[in-house]
């Protein structure tokens, strides 16, 4: 099967979606590959061997849509014209991917072409809502016949909202890449996710204050770059926090290991992919109770889901507390964090998707 993925940004911005496409595409031996991409979003995310299976265009979006005559429309159209199944991930950002995703809507139906949804962004037209843009964009996305979300609750919401063909398949880890480590060093809490508020970098500051209270010796390694990294500047003058920025895979797969608590204040997630890599690696995990970790996430076996700054700071003294008395329940939660990932390993969650895209093309085609 020839299949299509479309991205309204570089495949460099380093995202959860880029390095979902970058492990998808990597892992779909039988199919043919094609990315189109645009040159829109940072570029911070060394691509190098990730997508080596696929036929990468980078185009601007714009002049394609823009001017007929041009290179990057013959590109997209031939996209539109060659595959057998298009991906597209579905988003929210300005006027111009809303004529993206009009034109992906169209393609269904003049080319004939079977498109499938991604909802990889909690913040896509069927979650913003209000506006006019939004509307317009719920409106489009309808028209599209299928959609794939990370999480249950996504399914439910897209259904509520009347759409007709929705799949769930959860984002998946490759578990052999991670080694579980032991975590002999001062007690080290990690995060690592773009340094925005709505991954709840604006709370690190006040946990960090309420952590002193009760743990006398811990450090907070902060891996992360984006609009708020002076808060954690600001942190990390203070002491008892260590900022490194973006690092490789390599340095990240240890900084996992070698953590004892992975710490999401993330506010809206579409699966929060962080965390399973954490688990993949033997660390527990402490997030707020939102969709995407509950995916994965059970209180008290492979960490915790709390509604609170309060308790997120409760739980990650409770697990400092077990692991510097030396309890075997930190370390069963540490194998059950293992245990919980191998669950979404690739080997498991890439026959899923396969099967996702062939019920797709058959059912637009009318195959039994």
Not at 209 to 219: D, N, Q
């Amino acid at each position: 099967m020839r299949i299509g993925f479309l991205s309204y940004f570089n495949l460099q911005a380093g995202e959860g979606y880029e390095h979902w496409l970058s492990d998808v595409s990597s892992k779909l031996n039988d199919h043919e590959i094609y990315i189109v991409t645009s040159d829109k979003g940072p570029r911070r995310w060394d691509t190098k061997g990730c997508f080596e299976k696929a036929q990468i265009h980078e185009i601007s979006f714009k002049r394609a849509i823009v001017n007929r005559f041009s290179k990057d429309y013959r590109v997209l159209n031939t996209l539109f014209k060659d595959v057998d199944l298009l991906y597209t991930l579905f988003f929210t950002y300005n006027r111009m991917s809303l004529i993206l995703d009009f034109l992906v809507a169209s393609a269904q139906l003049t080319h004939d072409l079977p498109v499938i949804a991604g909802h990889h962004n909690p913040h896509d037209w069927f979650s913003v809502r209000t506006g006019v843009l939004a509307k317009l964009g719920v409106a489009v996305g309808k028209v599209i016949s299928s959609h794939h979300v990370l999480n249950e609750d996504a399914r439910l919401d897209l259904v509520a909202q009347g759409v007709k063909r929705v799949f769930k398949v959860p984002n998946g880890v490759a578990t052999q890449s991670y080694t579980p480590r032991e975590k002999k060093d001062a007690f080290k809490i990690l995060y690592v996710g773009t340094l925005e508020e709505r991954k709840g970098v604006n709370l690190l500051p006040f946990a960090v204050a309420k952590l002193k209270r009760t743990i006398k010796e811990f450090e907070l390694i902060v891996v992360g770059e984006g609009e708020l990294e002076h808060v954690v500047r600001q942190m990390s003058e203070n002491g008892y926090v260590k900022w490194l920025g973006f690092v490789n895979e390599t340095n990240k797969r240890e900084l996992y290991s070698t953590s004892h608590v992975f710490l999401a204040p993330s506010k809206r997630e579409t699966f929060m992919l962080t965390g399973l890599e954490a688990m993949a690696s033997g660390t527990p995990v402490v997030t707020f109770d939102i969709p995407g970790p509950r995916e994965y996430v059970v209180n008290g076996y492979n960490g915790f889901l709390v509604r609170s700054l309060d308790e997120m700071v409760e739980k990650v003294n409770k697990l400092y507390s077990l692991w510097k008395s030396g309890s075997q329940e930190y370390w069963e939660m540490c194998k059950n964090a293992r245990k919980t990932a191998e669950r979404f390993d690739w080997a498991v969650i890439i026959p899923k998707l396969e099967h996702m895209f062939h019920t797709v093309v058959k059912e637009h085609y009318g195959f039994s």
